[in-house]
């Protein structure tokens, strides 16, 4: 059934959620001033006193910080989207996007250094939290003073800048929800940008994937550990768009698997999920697109900025704390990350280099004893993990040189030598070159990759470059750039669409779910005893739409399936370690093959045959999902399953005024196999495509650009990114003004 089916309340189209929208904005501006009033008046509001505090909270900060933009910052322009721009020189103009960041994301930025810190729980006037005892026993903080220690004076007087300009907004006006929270911000400092970047890291890295390697080691012989998971032994979409694969992959898995149901035990600790990626990047000739996929907030993870720097535009989006374009463009290219599957762990031998104790104290608030060594935390058996989050030179801010550089080969040069969590990086210019590479730092055995070995692929034949958080079939230091990535399939599908010469927008939002049917095949015998559940599955059109039907089922049959095969290969880690064992990533072909060759050598523990494993996900799955869902379970469509989730960070605490602060939660489309990577509260936090060539330039975001919720840029472009849109902005030229 197509999407346009749906029923009324669930129309997506721009129409329908701008006229929402609409309604939300005028009933939280009339709720802001009527609070004003009432609190000019004394009158508390009775039961909802918290809610009429905060609407009134949220009048002070807008007119505030519009003053104070006024007083301090007059050459700063912000637009109704809530975009600013600021020009002047290179200090000037951080500090002025600084303080665009604070008015803007203020809290989510307080949050997010909070979170990393370990002193999420004293925000909101609670004690700290069993995450917040974890983060101080990593250590982050105490690292992130030592980075900032050792970072170059030029970047140390970037970070500097702009925290002058989050400080100056911090000074003069609370941001309102720190008012509801009763909290005062404390000011912003460079150690604060670099606990942003740590965030990322715990994002966008595994720091228990050595586990992994030292398990498939112990099983198949050492290094081969590291062979599997290169990725280049399995089926991938190669970084020029060709097809790779070497059944070397097949025969590895089959024997790691083999290797550990001899072993005869059952797994000793639940795994985590499979990794949640998303992030998409391609570039057919000179034109270049990109949407990275994170945690979605309200306001928007990302923060989209113009600038002109000592006469030089720059556009594009960064990440609140950090200041640096992670993506955007100048007159002269344009540049897109997606996460690169690389190594950035290690674990180090007590007694070896680095693993001498520098900090061994008890944390008075959490009583967890806290024990660092020069190298990084020290691990329940006395070994230390080096992770490059944690470390100088792993953490730096040289991406911010992007901007300055002229060709897709100066901006290569950068990010290799730049430290910030692995990303493929690529790049267009207005010559029609188009450039991959590895920003960031990696390890390959055990040390660091020098920016000179960086692998790097300019101007394919195939004149396309993609990149899907896959194996990348790029030859690395270590036999592969690539490590544990995630599988190939966006990777392929894309390549098949740009070939097409299908628009960028509808690649962005392509939702076609291939990657379920071989599994619909597998499980398809054994789903007559649910005759609803079956009529379901075979119903399924094939994509993750709105209106798919099954796909639930699908997933979660997937998920269920693929974790008992693999549990013998996850390592067993102390409950009480810092880190949990990472999950096998890609490798979902092979997987699918080794299911249907039923083998009794790879049968899991606690299984007859494969029939009865496979009989167990289906009763599994459908007494699971009826219990979630209902009775009606089997007739629900993805979209009553697949929300928006987006939420305010204080919407639970505002339950009344949840209906201003979160978006509307509306059915989503796509899965995490799709272009389109979507679950709850997840997916493409930004959407651009740019053409350095032909001077186009193009956007869409989710969240919102402003934490103001009287702000047009609460809710700027939403409508836009719901329907898959991509909405025109001036190419940057170097005319713009303030």
Request: proline letters at 9%; charged letters at 20%; a neutral charge.
């Amino acid at each position: 059934m197509a999407d346009t089916a749906l029923p009324r309340w669930w129309d997506l189209s721009p129409t329908a959620v701008r006229a929402r929208t609409a309604v939300r904005a005028t009933a939280v501006r009339v709720g802001a001033t009527t609070a004003a009033a009432l609190s000019a008046l004394g009158v508390s509001g009775g039961p909802v006193a918290e809610e009429v505090r905060a609407l009134a909270a949220m009048r002070r900060f807008h007119r505030a910080a519009g003053k104070a933009r006024d007083d301090l910052f007059p050459r700063l322009r912000v637009d109704r989207r809530g975009v600013p721009l600021v020009a002047g020189t290179e200090p000037e103009v951080w500090r002025g996007l600084g303080f665009a960041s604070a008015w803007s994301h203020g809290f989510t930025m307080d949050l997010t250094r909070r979170r990393v810190a370990g002193t999420s729980g004293a925000l909101f006037g609670g004690a700290a939290t069993e995450a917040d005892a974890r983060q101080r026993r990593i250590g982050f903080a105490f690292y992130a003073e030592r980075i900032v220690a050792a970072l170059p004076p030029g970047q140390r007087a970037l970070l500097d800048a702009y925290a002058d300009g989050v400080n100056a907004l911090l000074e003069r006006v609370t941001p309102w929800e720190h008012t509801v929270l009763g909290v005062t911000p404390d000011p912003w400092s460079a150690v604060d940008s670099v606990l942003v970047v740590q965030d990322l890291f715990q994002q966008l890295t595994d720091p228990g994937e050595h586990e992994l390697r030292a398990r498939l080691d112990a099983l198949l012989g050492a290094g081969r550990g590291a062979e599997l998971l290169a990725g280049t032994v399995g089926t991938t979409t190669a970084v020029d768009g060709t097809p790779r694969s070497d059944a070397q992959g097949l025969d590895l898995l089959r024997e790691a698997i083999a290797a550990a149901v001899l072993e005869g035990r059952e797994q000793a600790q639940p795994g985590g999920p499979a990794p949640v990626l998303g992030s998409n990047a391609w570039s057919v000739g000179s034109v270049l697109a990109n949407d990275v996929h994170l945690p979605l907030g309200v306001p928007n993870t990302l923060f989209f900025a113009r600038a002109v720097v000592d006469g030089d535009p720059v556009q594009g989006f960064l990440r609140p704390g950090v200041p640096v374009f992670l993506a955007g463009a100048t007159p002269w290219l344009a540049w897109g990350p997606t996460r690169l599957c690389g190594r950035t762990s290690a674990r180090l031998p007590a007694g070896s280099p680095g693993t001498e104790v520098v900090v061994d104290r008890v944390d008075a608030e959490t009583g967890t004893r806290v024990v660092l060594a020069e190298a990084g935390p020290v691990l329940s058996d006395g070994d230390v993990l080096r992770w490059l989050a944690l470390e100088p030179g792993g953490v730096e801010f040289g991406l911010s040189a992007l901007p300055r550089c002229r060709t897709a080969a100066q901006a290569c040069e950068v990010a290799a030598a730049a430290g910030s969590p692995p990303i493929s990086l690529l790049v267009t210019d207005r010559d029609g070159r188009q450039a991959w590479t590895v920003g960031g730092r990696v390890l390959a055995h055990d040390e660091l990759v020098e920016p000179a070995a960086v692998p790097r692929v300019v101007d394919p034949a195939t004149r396309v470059l993609v990149t899907a958080n896959n194996d990348l079939g790029v030859p690395g230091p270590d036999g592969s750039v690539s490590s544990n990535a995630y599988p190939h399939d966006r990777a392929r599908r894309i390549t098949t669409l740009v070939r097409r010469s299908t628009p960028t927008a509808t690649v962005q939002s392509d939702v076609d779910a291939a990657f379920y049917a071989p599994w619909r095949a597998v499980f398809r015998p054994y789903l007559t005893k649910f005759p609803a559940v079956a009529a379901a599955v075979e119903g399924w059109d094939g994509t993750a739409g709105v209106q798919a039907t099954g796909l639930h089922y699908l997933v979660l049959l997937h998920g269920l399936l693929r974790g008992k095969v693999l549990a013998p290969l996850r390592p067993l880690v102390a409950a009480d370690d810092l880190f949990g064992p990472a999950e096998l990533g890609a490798l979902d072909a092979e997987l699918a093959q080794l299911v249907g060759e039923a083998s009794p050598d790879l049968l899991p523990p606690g299984f007859r045959d494969w029939p009865h494993l496979l009989r167990w996900c289906v009763l599994a799955a459908t007494r699971y999902l009826e219990k979630q869902l209902g009775p009606d379970a089997p007739t629900l469509p993805w979209g009553a399953v697949n929300r928006l989730g987006l939420r305010h960070p204080l919407s639970a605490r505002l339950p009344r005024l949840s209906w201003a602060l979160d978006r509307p939660n509306l059915p989503r489309r796509g899965c995490l196999q799709t272009v389109d990577a979507a679950a709850p509260g997840f997916g493409a936090a930004m959407r651009f495509e740019c053409d350095p060539v032909a001077g186009r330039f193009r956007v869409s975001w989710p969240g919102g650009q402003s934490g103001d919720p009287l702000s047009p840029g609460y809710r700027s472009l939403f409508a836009d990114w719901v329907a898959g849109r991509l909405v025109p902005l001036p190419f940057p030229t170097g005319e713009e003004r303030p």
